[in-house]
């Protein structure tokens, strides 16, 4: 069945290398979002997509992050340079709009030493 | 104050028994949705509201736009049911969560 899909599932790394994760959104949908989640600050909303143009990006970080589809089936969250407050679980959602449900990926969780 | 408030923050009930979290919000908004996470850490999409009610299954979420409240109710509580239930709310392009209730359902 149709599912999104997130690489890395798991990433250990350095302070001041650069990380990327990729989703592969549900084949159809058209919105896109990225979502990071710790024990702090629980989930939060970092961008969204929607016919691959960013819509909102306004929750990430923007010096060091940054997010971009380079096409309708790839969606990439980037890093650089990574810091150890970044250590969290980063999650791909897609949907057929921004009102409509979302589907979750499985999660990559960063942990950057 | 926090925009999204959840309550309780940690439940444990019997399996069979039926069971209520809440989630109160501060601020007009345009949707409300209610996530579960199971202990694996995989998220799902239970319900988006905007008025009334909705039910699928033994779940069932309501909301009342004017006291700015969304109740999501198990009935017959299992403990596969056991997971964190997240509420959160859409204001225009922003989506704001709540921190999230614990429930564990004992057998």
């Known amino acids: 069945d149709a599912r999104v899909t997130q690489t890395p599932r798991d990433k250990v790394t350095e302070m001041g290398q650069e990380v990327t994760m990729r989703c592969q959104p549900i084949?159809?949908?058209?919105?896109v979002f990225w979502y990071r989640q710790t024990m702090m600050q629980g989930l939060e909303l970092l961008a969204y997509?929607?016919?691959?143009?960013?819509?909102?990006d306004s929750g990430m970080p923007k010096d060091r992050f940054s997010a971009e589809m380079p096409d309708a089936t790839l969606a990439t969250l980037k890093i650089q340079p990574s810091e150890p407050r970044d250590s969290a679980v980063y999650f791909c959602?897609?949907?057929?709009?921004?009102?409509?449900?979302?589907?979750f990926g499985p999660g990559t969780r960063l942990l950057v030493l | 104050k926090n925009e999204v408030e959840q309550s309780p923050q940690n439940l444990t009930a019997q399996e069979g028994e039926f069971i209520t979290i809440n989630c109160s919000y501060s601020?007009?908004?345009?949707?409300l949705h209610w996530l579960q996470q199971h202990p694996g850490g995989g998220i799902v999409s239970l319900f988006m509201?905007?008025?009334g009610k909705k039910k699928h299954g033994r779940l069932i979420a309501t909301i009342n736009i004017q006291e700015k409240h969304s109740s999501l109710h198990i009935t017959a509580s299992h403990p596969r049911d056991s997971a964190v239930y997240i509420c959160?709310?859409?204001?225009?392009?922003?989506?704001?969560f709540g921190a999230g209730t614990i429930l564990r359902v004992k057998s």
């Open positions: 509201l905007s008025s």
């Open positions: 959602a897609s949907g057929s709009g921004i009102q409509e449900t979302q589907y």
């Open positions: 601020v007009g908004i345009s949707a």
């Open positions: 997509f929607r016919n691959r143009a960013p819509l909102d």
């Open positions: 959160a709310v859409r204001r225009g392009n922003k989506l704001v």
């Open positions: 084949l159809g949908h058209n919105t």
